[in-house]
């Protein structure tokens, strides 16, 4: 899957312009403050439907008009895909895919696919276990609606159980509780099983990945501590038993201590925790491995790349590892963005660049 084109309209500091993308490795350069990071949020926002950064849609809005609007076009191998999202002042958007309106997020998913990584996903290694889980979901939602929709409804249903824990009449609790755990359990399990699949999928080759960046002087393990395995059944069964043993505390806590609103990732670099124990770059390692690993799941699932966006990266890894890199995303439709490109690292290689200044592409160079 590649984006052919990007147009933006009112958007952050772009007023008008289309930005046309080759399909291997693209590099948008230019000073601070230009729109680097907009286009590629951009693009991100026609894959999932949300800013990586933003946590208003309005806030896209450029600043003193009303509406705005991002188009994109990409290919990938079943033809041609068009998405357009139009930003209103109410956070309300209308978004269109190949011209049809879509009224539900979950209808915009899964029409472009993408990898997104910038500085402030080192919180994915770094930050609290929600980090992790918002890469999971974020990345599980893109390869699967019913994914998304389970997870809609588990966060609908455990914000309702989490009301009822603290209602001061216990006999409420207990004659209403077992009903819902029943729903609960059953869209946790499928969340659960999801997750397992993905995270067994996908540890070995962010090994592997990391292996490559570090050009082998670090070894990677990924652990995951969900504690559920098994079939969606298997996992139900475990669990509805598991809320039932943790009520009493759940009702003194007033919120639901178990499920997999809980779950974590833990990285171990030459068998020390990351977290505690990594370098910035070692860290910054890490999470690129685990989206790069992202964009080979995809692969397997789909049959082709998702298009891999890599925010400000290249500057805070050095040579050695910047040239690792750019040879593992060789055959990706990648979009970098930095203030300027050492060309060593880029030798050999077919890269188109693109000047980015006060929200113009001032030149092309192929
Ligand atoms: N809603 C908006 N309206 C107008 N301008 C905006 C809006 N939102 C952001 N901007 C402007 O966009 C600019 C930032 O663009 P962006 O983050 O893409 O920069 P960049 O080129 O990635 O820079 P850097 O190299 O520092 O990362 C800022 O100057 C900011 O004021
Ligand atoms: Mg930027």
Redesign the pocket.
């Known amino acids: 899957m590649h984006i052919k084109t990007l147009s933006l309209k009112n958007f952050?500091?772009y007023e008008s312009e289309e930005i046309t993308f080759s399909d291997g490795i693209n590099i948008l350069t230019?000073?601070?403050?230009?729109?680097?990071?907009?286009?590629a949020e951009a693009i991100f926002f026609l894959c999932t439907g949300y800013s990586p950064r933003a946590n208003r849609d309005r806030?896209?809005?450029?600043?003193g008009t009303e509406t705005a609007e991002i188009k994109g076009l990409a290919g990938s191998k079943y033809g041609d895909v068009s998405v357009r999202i139009i930003f209103n002042k109410n956070d309300k958007k209308n978004v269109y895919v190949n011209g049809m309106q879509v009224l539900k997020i979950g209808e915009l998913l899964g029409n472009m696919h993408s990898v997104f990584f910038n500085p402030s996903e080192l919180k994915l290694v770094q930050e609290s276990p929600e980090d992790r889980r918002r890469f999971l979901n974020v990345s599980l939602s893109q390869m699967s609606k019913a994914y998304f929709y389970a997870l809609s409804r588990y966060n609908k249903i455990l914000a309702q159980r989490n009301n009822l824990l603290k209602d001061p009449d216990r006999d409420v609790i207990f004659d209403t509780l077992p009903v819902w755990d029943q729903s609960l359990v059953k869209e946790a399990a499928k969340i659960i099983a999801s997750r397992n699949a993905f995270l067994e999928d996908i540890a070995p080759i962010a090994e592997e990945k990391h292996a490559i960046i570090s050009d082998g002087k670090e070894s990677l393990k990924m652990k995951t501590e969900s504690g559920y395995y098994g079939s969606e059944e298997d996992i139900a069964t475990a669990l509805y038993e598991d809320l039932k043993t943790a009520l009493e505390r759940d009702i003194r806590l007033g919120y639901t201590s178990i499920g997999p609103h809980r779950d974590d990732i833990k990285f171990v670099l030459n068998g020390d925790d990351v977290r505690v124990f990594g370098s910035q770059g070692q860290q910054r390692t890490v999470a690129l491995s685990l989206k790069l690993a992202e964009a080979e799941i995809f692969y397997k699932k789909f049959g082709e790349y998702p298009i891999v966006i890599l925010d400000?990266v290249l500057s805070e890894l050095d040579k050695k590892r910047q040239r690792k890199l750019v040879a593992a995303v060789e055959n990706m439709q990648t979009i970098f963005?930095a203030?300027g490109i050492d060309r060593t690292v880029f030798k050999n290689k077919n890269y188109r660049r693109l000047i980015?200044e006060n929200g113009k592409v001032k030149k092309y160079e192929d």
């Open positions: 952050r500091n230019g000073a601070n403050a230009q729109g680097k990071t907009n286009a806030l896209v809005i450029k600043n400000d963005t203030t980015i």
